[in-house]
Nanobody
Framework: QVQLVESGGGLVQAGGSLRLSCAAS????????MGWFRQVPGKEREFVAAISRSGTYTNYADSVKGRFTISRDNAKNTVYLQMDSLRPEDTAVYYCAAASRGSNYYTGSEMHEYDYWGQGTQVTVSS
């Protein structure tokens, strides 16, 4: 059974930083591309960032490009999201997800492409 557990969320002032982690209980973590999505109440869940199986390729939403960095440690079965220069509009519940499809280059941005999801962690950025 696959489990994804996010941690690292919290309350931070605008301009501050947070580092989210997602620990995965997956037999072969390196067979999965990983993604981060976020959701605000009343809105659809949106893509934030994705990373390929080996970590070589990354993909970011335009709204976070240059401020957020996704990385992974396959030896620890963990994916990270370093969030810098946070803005109030980054406030959301952040979810990590795992995708088994695609090639070694895959960094999908569509929710339906991901097979497993975590429960989410709240990030609140105050102005």
């Amino acid at each position: 059974q696959v489990q994804l557990v996010e941690s690292g969320g919290g309350l931070v002032q605008a301009g501050g930083s947070l580092r989210l982690s997602c620990a995965a209980s997956i037999r072969t973590f390196s067979n999965y591309a990983m993604g981060w999505f976020r959701q605000v109440p009343g809105k659809e869940r949106e893509f934030v960032a994705a990373i390929s199986r080996s970590g070589t390729y990354t993909n970011y939403a335009d709204s976070v490009k240059g401020r957020f960095t996704i990385s992974r440690d396959n030896a620890k079965n963990t994916v990270y999201l370093q969030m810098d220069s946070l803005r109030p509009e980054d406030t959301a519940v952040y979810y990590c997800a795992a995708a088994s499809r695609g090639s070694n280059y895959y960094t999908g941005s569509e929710m339906h492409e991901y097979d497993y999801w975590g429960q989410g962690t709240q990030v609140t950025v105050s102005s």
